[in-house]
T-cell receptor, first 111, second 117 residues
């Protein structure tokens, strides 16, 4: 089955700096790669996703890149703000199948 | 957008009792829903896939007789933790797959914090 690895497990940045979180996956058939933000005591919220037919997607301060050959994808957050502090999860799935999550990255943005 | 409502958000029960958690898709029909369990500071672990009108598919190591899943309608899936024990205390989260003509996605509920005393 699919195995998703995520690094780093914790990340601390200064407000205004960029943050990058990386994930690798094992199943080359996976074609959907979402990123979720989870705040304490809440369910995950989708922040951006990418499908295997594109290499990069951007939404304001958030961008995701995908390298299918290397089977890795990354989340980039620019101009970080304290409210970006949360746990971020990457995930991978094959269309219409269940989703497997990375272990999560606890991002702390220091004001 | 797609909304998934999960209730209750918090529940405390005594050992040996059963607890039911509901997951509803509010503005779309969900033929497939997923149930996850999350321990503190850990990732989401898939417990089972719930398909409307058929039996749920459980992940290896998940006791189907302990975690009963019912998906009787296109908008409701329930997870019942039977004969709960303190080790069942956890954060349970459901998600539903949304499908449009263009693509698909997954929407999560807000989670249920179960504490068994």
């Amino acid at each position: 089955g699919e195995n998703v690895e995520q690094h780093p497990s914790t990340l601390s940045v200064q407000e205004g700096d960029s943050a990058v979180i990386k994930c690798t996956y094992s199943d080359s058939a996976s074609n959907y790669f979402p990123w979720y933000k989870q705040e304490l005591g809440k369910g995950p919220q989708l922040i951006i996703d990418i499908r295997s037919n594109v290499g990069e997607k951007k939404d304001q301060r958030i961008a995701v890149t995908l390298n299918k050959t290397a089977k890795h994808f990354s989340l980039h957050i620019t101009e970080t703000q304290p409210e970006d502090s949360a746990v971020y999860f990457c995930a991978a799935s094959i269309e219409n199948n269940d989703m497997r999550f990375g272990a999560g990255t606890r991002l702390t943005v220091k004001p | 957008g797609a909304v998934v409502s999960q209730h209750p958000s918090r529940v405390i029960c005594k050992s040996g009792t059963s607890v039911k958690i509901e997951c509803r898709s509010l503005d779309f029909q969900a033929t497939t829903m997923f149930w996850y369990r999350q321990f503190p500071k850990q990732s989401l672990m898939l417990m089972a896939t719930s398909n409307e009108g058929s039996k749920a598919t459980y992940e290896q190591g998940v006791e189907k007789d302990k975690f009963l899943i019912n998906h009787a309608s296109l908008t409701l899936s329930t997870l019942t933790v039977t004969s709960a024990h303190p080790e069942d205390s956890s954060f349970y989260i459901c998600s539903a797959r949304t499908t449009t003509a263009a693509n698909y996605g997954y929407t999560f509920g807000s989670g249920t914090r179960l504490t068994v005393v």
